[in-house]
Structure formats: structure tokens, C-alpha cells
């Protein structure tokens, strides 16, 4: 082993100790407390968390912290290929910023910065820009080792089935001893990222092509098979531009970007996000107004970040073709012809960063209880129409909001709450006092046409008496 290495393991080995003692001071995790419960013979598990991504070890590790142990997190993935990160993630680095203190849990030692600051120092860290995505499943493979998580992998969850109200049966596929088990729980959490609400979207007319002239972005895809071959992407967010960084960097040919808008966005109005008052607060909102703030951003878009933009664009055999949408797909020959509102293109491979459909019973774990799941199309009672929902706008009826859509009926008026503003939405009026501003203007243009004795001077808040 050499000495940087040796190094680096001695560095980790004292923040293992350092959080051990943390832990200790805390009492944490705490003892068992959750009495066993069987059903027919077979054990029950408190929780089945699906999924040993991030999501998927964090609310392991919650419960575990909250000292409910007798739970397992199943993941189809082999060990260490969990999530996007080293599989169909194709940036070179994470898009958030590095100071986000990430699956932490509130404990200082067990953030990415502790980690790899015990291992490089602090001059690496203040050095580093983003998080290389490599490193940040070295971190979460580390993260799982020390908090002991329950993790089970190559085990694929093929059907949930209501077995009572408050038990669950899991039908699940063990691909490394071949078997099949049916586990039960008392709560199972679906920690399955967006492949989990329905999988990879594709227009219609993609499926009616052989598979081998085309891709999801979120596929496995051989790159190096793309060598000196003609590539098309198509769509503009971060996926498109990754995949296209990585087909060129593979050797490709040709990469051309087909894009429906006609400019790319610039402004990420998702960047707010972490605050702590969209975190907070969101789940506080009422339905129409979450909704509002969800299709204003998605609507806007989020733009490419500019390294991966950057990937694409340096290279010369790469185009950008803004305004042009695809039609259509059809073979010809041992190629494939992409029809656009531009016109017609050849190429012989299509990658389609198109995103990602929302459809629940393409999932067999959530088919049974796809009914019972809270949309808001149901709740806000919102048409479909041209592939979204009509946009719904907000109108304020003074401290109350009143959600109604453009040539349609109002929906009820929700719970009264004080004047919220969400920047970018629909403006609220600004309340002086208790007047809104329109009518402190209007009433101190009335007051100007009164007698001097008639009227009320303000009273001054900050005035302090005298008299003792």
C-alpha cells in the first residue's frame, strides 16, 4: 500500500472514531423498542425500504436512528452500483453545490466534507468545485458500511399485495440465489427515484423502432459501439448534454442536439430550492398553490448546466439545431431516418433524453395501490390538455387564496391563511397596514380634500412618553 493511501486510510479511520463517539454522546442509535410481530409463521418487518440509493439510505438510517432496527432495504442493483451515480449518470460531477450537507442527519462527521477532508485535507476541499460523482458514491458506499444499514442487493421486487390494513406482502426475486421469497411489512417506503413513477418516456412512434437504433438517456448504452458513427440527441436538459458530452468523447462521429424550443432557458428558477423556506414551508402550501409553484419552474425549465454545456459545445463535430421538433422515426436500411419540422436526417443511432413518465402501472410494486395515491390532477380536478395540465392561476380575495382556472369553473376557496408571495408567480397586493397599497393611495387622495381639524394624524409607534 502506498504511503497516500495509508495515509488516507489512518484519516478515515479517525473520523469513524470520531463519529462513534458522537453517536455514543447521543445515545444513538437507541435500543429496539418496536415489539416482533409474525404473520403465518414468517417474520414482519417494521419497514421495507425499497431502493439503497441516497433516499433509500437516509430513511434506513432515520429509522434506525429512531431505533426501529427491524427493517431491510432492498436494491436490484449489485453493490456500490446503487443510483445513477456510476451507471447512467453521465455528468462528470454533481450539479448541487458542495457545501449542502447531504444524508448527514444532523451529525457533523458523517457529512462529504468530513470525509474527504480526512482523507485530503483542507486544501483539496477549499480546491474543490463540484463533487465528482465517483466520489460521491465512494461516499455513500462508506456512509452505508459505517451506520451498519441493512441493505440487501440483486433483490428485485416484483409485486406488492395488500394483505390487510396494516400489512403488506412483498413478492421478491433473489438474482444471486435464484429464489423466490414473499416478505411482509408493516410500511414499506418507496425510495425508487424517478424510474419508480413509470420509467424512461419515449413518443409513441420511438417504440415502433428496433431498440438497437435508439436509446433512453437514462439506458445502459455502449458509447464505444458510437464510434465514428452519426449520433442524434434530442432534448436540451442536463441528461441530452451529458449523454452528448459522453457519445463524443467516446469517439462519435457526428453529434447533432435536436431541440423543440427555440433558445435554451438561462435562468434556473429551481435554484431556490434548497432554501430552507421551500423545504420547510412546501409542505405547507395547499394543493393549488403547490401546484402553481410545480408548473411555473417545469414549465420555464431548467436549463443545461454550463459545463456540461461546455462538454458539448468544444468539440466540432457537434451541432446544436434550436426550434426544430421531432415527428417522427423510421429504419432505412442499416440507418435510421429522424424526421423533424426542419426536415429529414440520417443518422445511425438516436439517444432520446425525452425524460421521464409519470404512469404507475408500469410499476409492478405500486399497481395495487396506484388507487389510493394522492394526485393532484384528482384534487384540483385539473384538465389535461396539448401533454399538461391548463395552468392555474391564483387570484387573491384579500387574506384568503381563491385557485381558478382560464374559461373554467372556480374551484373552492382553500383555507385562510395570511398573503403568501412566491417569486416569479402572480404578484400579490403588498398590504400596508391594513390596507392594500391601491387603497392607501386612494384614501389619502380623499383625505387631501378634507378640512385640516377632520383629519387623523398617524400615530407615531415609535414615540416614547415622557411622563414617568
Not at 134 to 150: H, T
Not at 236 to 248: F, V, W
Not at 352 to 370: I, K, M, N, Y
Request: glycine fraction near 8%; proline fraction near 6%.
Amino acid at each position: 500500500m502506498k504511503a497516500q493511501d495509508a495515509q488516507r486510510m489512518k484519516g478515515l479511520e479517525a473520523l469513524e472514531q470520531r463519529l462513534a463517539e458522537d453517536l455514543s454522546f447521543l445515545e444513538l442509535p437507541p435500543k429496539e423498542w418496536v415489539p416482533a410481530t409474525e404473520y403465518d409463521g414468517v417474520e414482519v418487518f417494521d419497514t421495507v425500504v425499497i431502493g439503497a440509493g441516497m433516499c433509500g439510505l437516509v430513511a434506513t438510517a432515520s429509522l434506525k436512528m429512531l431505533g426501529i432496527h427491524n427493517v431491510v432495504c432492498l436494491d436490484r442493483s449489485p453493490q456500490g452500483q446503487e443510483g445513477p451515480w456510476v451507471t447512467f449518470a453521465r455528468m462528470e460531477t454533481l450539479r448541487s453545490p458542495k457545501q449542502l450537507p447531504g444524508p448527514a442527519l444532523g451529525l457533523p462527521a458523517l457529512t462529504f466534507r468530513a470525509w474527504y477532508v480526512s482523507q485530503f485535507g483542507a486544501q483539496a476541499w477549499d480546491a474543490l468545485g463540484k463533487i465528482p460523482k465517483s466520489q460521491w458514491m465512494d461516499y455513500l458506499i462508506w456512509y452505508r458500511r459505517v451506520l451498519q444499514l441493512p441493505v440487501r442487493n440483486l433483490v428485485t421486487v416484483t409485486e406488492m399485495i395488500p394483505v390487510s390494513q396494516d400489512l403488506i406482502a412483498l413478492d421478491v426475486s433473489d438474482a444471486q440465489s435464484g429464489r423466490q421469497e414473499r416478505l411482509y411489512a408493516r410500511h414499506v417506503v418507496l425510495a425508487t427515484g424517478r424510474d419508480g413513477l413509470g420509467g424512461g418516456y419515449v413518443p409513441e412512434f420511438v417504440e415502433r423502432v428496433r431498440p438497437k437504433f435508439w436509446a433512453h438517456s437514462a439506458d445502459e448504452i455502449d458509447f464505444s459501439a458510437l464510434n465514428g458513427k452519426r449520433v442524434a440527441v434530442v432534448g436540451a436538459g442536463a441528461s441530452a448534454m451529458d449523454n452528448a458530452a459522453t457519445a463524443l468523447e467516446a469517439g462519435a462521429g457526428q453529434v447533432d442536439m435536436i431541440i423543440r424550443r427555440k433558445e435554451l432557458p438561462r435562468i434556473n428558477k429551481f435554484t431556490g430550492i434548497a432554501s430552507q423556506g421551500v423545504v420547510q414551508g412546501f409542505a405547507g402550501l395547499s394543493d393549488a398553490w403547490k401546484w402553481k409553484f410545480l408548473d411555473y419552474v417545469l414549465d420555464a425549465q431548467t436549463p443545461p448546466p454550463r459545463d456540461s454545456t461546455l462538454r458539448v459545445s468544444q468539440h466540432q463535430n457537434s451541432r446544436f439545431f434550436l426550434g426544430t421538433a421531432v415527428t417522427g422515426l423510421r429504419e432505412s436500411g442499416d440507418h435510421i431516418v429522424v424526421e423533424t419540422s426542419g426536415g429529414e436526417f440520417d443518422y445511425d443511432f438516436a439517444i432520446f433524453a425525452t425524460g421521464f413518465r409519470v404512469d404507475l402501472d408500469r410499476r409492478p410494486e405500486s399497481h395495487a395501490f396506484r388507487a389510493s395515491y394522492p394526485v393532484l390532477e384528482r384534487r384540483l380536478h385539473a384538465r389535461k390538455g396539448h401533454g399538461k395540465w391548463r395552468a392555474l392561476h391564483v387570484s387573491l380575495s384579500r387574506s384568503r387564496f381563491r385557485v381558478s382556472r382560464k374559461a373554467s369553473r372556480q374551484l373552492p376557496v382553500t383555507a385562510s391563511r395570511p398573503l403568501l408571495q412566491l417569486s416569479g408567480l402572480a404578484q400579490p397586493r403588498q398590504v400596508v397596514g391594513r390596507y392594500t397599497r391601491g387603497q392607501r393611495r386612494r384614501s389619502s387622495a380623499c383625505t387631501r380634500h378634507r378640512p385640516q381639524s377632520l383629519r387623523r394624524r398617524p400615530r407615531n409607534p415609535f414615540r416614547q412618553s415622557r411622563r414617568l
